[in-house]
Structure formats: C-alpha cells, structure tokens
C-alpha cells in the first residue's frame, strides 16, 4: 500500500496560478501510474491528470493546455502546476497512486478559485 499526502491548495484569484505536491511513501516502487483526481461541491469526483512511471501526461479537456502534470521519481513526488485558474477548477483535488493490485488515494486539498 502507498500514502499519499498532497499539498499546495488554497485560495487564488481567476487568471492566477497554484501548484500542488503529492508525496508518497510506503511501496512506492509498485506505483505503475499517478493521477490527479477533482471533486467539486455537489459534482462527481472527475479525472484530471496522469502521469506513466515513464513520464507520459495525458489530461482532461477541460485542463488541456493549462494544467501540467510531472513527477520527481527521486522524491516520489507527483506535482499538477495549474496555470490560468477559472472558478470552475474550485474543488477537493485528490491525488492516486495506481498499483498493479489496487488504487490508493489521498486525503485531498482545497483548491479555491475566486471570480
């Protein structure tokens, strides 16, 4: 099992620009793919982001060209630099390890994007 703990949520005015961290630990070395998680307030939890153990991205449309998703293997760290932050982003975002035998998730962090 991995344990993630993400950070770097808070509140940001439109147009402006969070980065969040996911740091993980336990049997990191199972890990075949991370991914960013979101879930705004009366909405279904949505994909995001992912990111291969060989560094390959792919994204959710409405994150294209503004989210970037990226991975530090030495500190076992998944980061999503959000850039250009509309008020639709605002929501719990979670980050998951995926282990060939199972997802583990992460506590979540607020992300508030204000108009």
């Known amino acids: 099992q991995v344990h993630l703990v993400e950070s770097g949520g808070g509140l940001v005015q439109a147009g402006g620009s969070l980065r969040l961290s996911c740091a993980a630990s336990?049997?990191?070395?199972?890990?075949?793919?991370m991914a960013w998680y979101r879930q705004a307030p009366g909405k279904q939890r949505e994909f995001v982001a992912i990111?291969?153990?060989?560094?390959?991205?792919s994204y959710a449309d409405s994150v294209q060209g503004r989210f970037t998703i990226s991975r530090d293997n030495a500190k076992n760290t998944v980061y999503l630099e959000m850039n250009s932050l509309k008020p639709e982003d605002t929501a719990v975002y979670y980050c998951?390890?995926?282990?060939?035998?199972?997802?583990?998730w992460g506590q979540g962090t607020q992300v508030t994007v204000s108009s």
């Open positions: 336990g049997t990191s070395s199972s890990i075949n793919a």
């Open positions: 998951t390890a995926r282990r060939t035998d199972g997802t583990d």
């Open positions: 990111i291969t153990s060989a560094g390959s991205g």
